[in-house]
């Protein structure tokens, strides 16, 4: 599935994240558990490379526990500050993180003595939880949410302590994702608009891998009988299952494809990881952990 898709606002925001970087003391980038390498932008890490930078794998409740280990693992080798983020119980715990990362910023302009309130920007790819990250911070709503890329439209600055201030971002793509497998791999997670996309191929696809990592648990969720489907025959297999019958009896194959679609990035099927560290790049290879 080839996807090349860079709408205006997405530039805009590349524009944006440039211009503020000279303000900023930290860089807190978010990724996704389940896709440490593909959901994490190149374009972003070579223009915040000369800034301190903290890594936060969020969404670590969906993602396979041992998997995301690895993956910190291997960050970590490389001098990357790092850790697996739950938004529901752990999102305070980055603070330390953040505070790690301009402890040398502080100290400089505390040798002027000046008490610095770090400024700290929070970037990623969209739909990854940075707008959910510093409501969590904050302790309100203050950012704007949504279960889709595109709701966060222009930067904001957030006042989370007296001594420090985060600024959230829009999502950040890349121009053209010439890599399919990690193409997919983000439309997946919605980090690209279904809309763009062929929902009824993107789910055929995804069931796939499913049933090749986790079939019982595809089986289990969506009623499959036959796990050797392959093609459409997949999606009339859900609705089949599922009971996703239309008037006279016509499989509502859109109703399927949405179904498999939120599910899975519900983690209605258990904790799964796309994307597994070998030599620091991802295999082909599927991890999955039951919840």
């Known amino acids: 599935m080839e996807i090349n898709w860079?709408?205006?606002?997405?530039?805009?925001?590349?524009?944006?994240?440039a211009e503020q970087l000279s303000r900023v003391d930290v860089v807190i980038e978010l990724c996704d558990a389940r896709l440490p390498l593909s959901s994490r932008n190149p374009d972003l890490m070579k223009l915040t490379e000369r800034k301190e930078r903290v890594l936060l794998l969020g969404k670590s409740d969906l993602a396979d526990s041992a998997v995301t280990a690895k993956w910190l693992k291997v960050f970590r080798a490389q001098g990357i500050a790092c850790m697996a983020l739950d938004?529901?119980?752990?999102?305070?715990?980055?603070?330390?993180?953040?505070?790690?990362?301009?402890?040398?910023?502080?100290?400089?302009?505390?040798?002027?003595?000046?008490?610095?309130?770090?400024?700290?920007?929070?970037?990623?790819?969209?739909?990854?939880?940075?707008?959910?990250?510093?409501?969590?911070?904050?302790?309100?709503?203050?950012?704007?949410?949504?279960?889709?890329p595109g709701v966060t439209k222009s930067n904001q600055w957030v006042k989370i302590t007296p001594y420090l201030e985060l600024m959230d971002t829009p999502g950040l793509l890349w121009p053209r994702l010439d890599d399919p497998l990690a193409a997919r791999r983000l439309a997946y997670i919605s980090a690209i608009r279904d809309e763009v996309l062929d929902t009824a191929h993107l789910s055929v696809q995804l069931l796939t891998d499913l049933i090749a990592v986790a079939p019982n648990a595809v089986q289990e969720r969506f009623k499959i009988k036959d796990l050797s489907l392959r093609g459409p025959e997949l999606l009339d297999a859900v609705c089949q299952g599922r009971g996703f019958l239309m008037k006279g009896g016509a499989f509502d194959t859109d109703r399927a494809c949405k179904v498999v679609l939120d599910e899975f990035r519900g983690g209605k099927l258990g904790r799964i990881t796309l994307e597994a560290p070998q030599d620091g790049r991802a295999s082909e290879e599927t991890y999955d952990e039951q919840a």
């Open 6 to 17: 860079y709408p205006g606002h997405m530039a805009r925001a590349k524009r944006m994240l």
């Open 87 to 148: 938004m529901n119980k752990q999102a305070k715990a980055a603070l330390s993180l953040i505070d790690g990362a301009a402890k040398e910023a502080v100290e400089r302009a505390r040798q002027r003595g000046i008490k610095k309130t770090v400024r700290a920007l929070v970037a990623g790819v969209p739909n990854v939880g940075k707008s959910t990250l510093i409501n969590r911070l904050h302790g309100g709503n203050i950012a704007k949410v949504g279960d889709m």
